[in-house]
C-alpha cells in the first residue's frame, strides 16, 4: 500500500533543510546548541559582517529552526527545533563511518 505524503508538509520540511544549508548557518547552529547568544557574541564567533549573519538568522528564525527576544537592546537567539542539533550529530556519526571506511579501503 502507497503511502500518501502531504505535499505540503514535504515544502514545509524542504524549506528547513533549505534553512540549515549554508556552513554559516550551521555554525550559528552549532553555538546555539550550547546555550543562547546574543547578536553581538555570534558576531565575535562568526566570521560575516552583522548584515550577513543577521540574515542567516532571520531566515532560520521565519523557518522555525530559531526563536528570539529583545532585552533593551540586544537580541538573544536560542534554537527552537531543538531537535536539529541531535541530527546534526547524527549527521557526523555518518561523516566520520563514511570516512573511516575510505580509509579501510584506501590503507
Known amino acids: 500500500m502507497k ?9 514545509a ?9 549554508h556552513p554559516t548557518r550551521l555554525s550559528i547552529i552549532e553555538y546555539l546548541s550550547e ?6 557574541e555570534l558576531l565575535d564567533k562568526i566570521d560575516a559582517d552583522q548584515t550577513t549573519v543577521s540574515k542567516h538568522l532571520s531566515l532560520m528564525k521565519n523557518a522555525g529552526v530559531l526563536e528570539c527576544d529583545r532585552r533593551g537592546t540586544m537580541v538573544f537567539y536560542r534554537l527552537k527545533m531543538k531537535c536539529v542539533a541531535g541530527f546534526l ?7 566520520q563511518a563514511t570516512a573511516k571506511a575510505h580509509l579501510e579501503t584506501v590503507l
Open 13 to 21: 520540511r524542504a524549506n528547513i533543510f533549505k534553512a540549515l544549508a
Open 35 to 40: 546555550r543562547e547568544h546574543c547578536v553581538c
Open 89 to 95: 550529530g547524527c549527521v557526523d556519526k555518518s561523516l
Open 3 to 11: 503511502k500518501n505524503i502531504n505535499p505540503a508538509k514535504l515544502a
